[in-house]
């Protein structure tokens, strides 16, 4: 029998919930990755981070950001959706031996934070 999956998105939370028709439900993980560029490598940076929606959604993530702070520029925020831990760590590994782009963060790959969270179940 095949299996049928309905993604449906909460604005109020903007998390994303996963619920397959045989009655599974999950909360998806939302993934944060913050850093601060080093103002002299800002455009390599930005031409690495072209196409990084594409290269994360073939690892299975979903709903792609690239943000950058307004009191502090310099300051990016990248968030996107997975489904599962084994996914996030997979893209978390990746991120932190991509040494073309951790040379342009400020500290190098250990100041390229990446994190993990799921809902709080109530």
Same mark, same amino acid.
């Given at each position: 029998?095949?299996?049928?999956?309905?993604?449906? #998105?909460?604005?109020?939370? $903007?998390?994303?919930?996963? =619920? +397959?028709?045989? &009655?599974?439900?999950?909360? %998806?993980?939302? /993934?944060?990755?913050?850093?601060?560029?080093?103002?002299?490598?800002?455009?390599?940076?930005?031409?690495?981070?072209?196409?990084?929606?594409?290269?994360?959604?073939?690892? #299975?993530?979903?709903?792609? $950001?690239?943000?950058?702070? =307004? +009191?502090?520029? &310099?300051?990016?925020?990248? %968030?996107?959706? /997975?489904?599962?831990?084994?996914?996030?760590?997979?893209?978390?590994?990746?991120?932190?031996?991509?040494?073309?782009?951790?040379?342009?963060?400020?500290?190098?790959?250990?100041?390229?934070?990446?994190?993990?969270?799921?809902?709080?179940?109530?």
């Amino acid at each position: 029998m095949k299996k049928i999956v309905i993604l449906f #998105g909460f604005p109020q939370t $903007s998390m994303m919930r996963k =619920i +397959d028709l045989e &009655g599974e439900d999950k909360v %998806m993980l939302t /993934v944060f990755i913050e850093y601060k560029l080093d103002p002299a490598k800002r455009q390599d940076a930005l031409i690495l981070l072209q196409g990084m929606a594409e290269k994360l959604s073939a690892m #299975g993530a979903a709903s792609y $950001s690239c943000l950058e702070g =307004i +009191d502090q520029p &310099g300051l990016f925020v990248e %968030m996107f959706e /997975v489904e599962e831990v084994e996914q996030y760590e997979k893209i978390k590994a990746w991120r932190l031996a991509d040494e073309a782009f951790c040379a342009c963060v400020s500290g190098g790959a250990a100041k390229l934070n990446v994190w993990a969270f799921r809902a709080v179940k109530r």
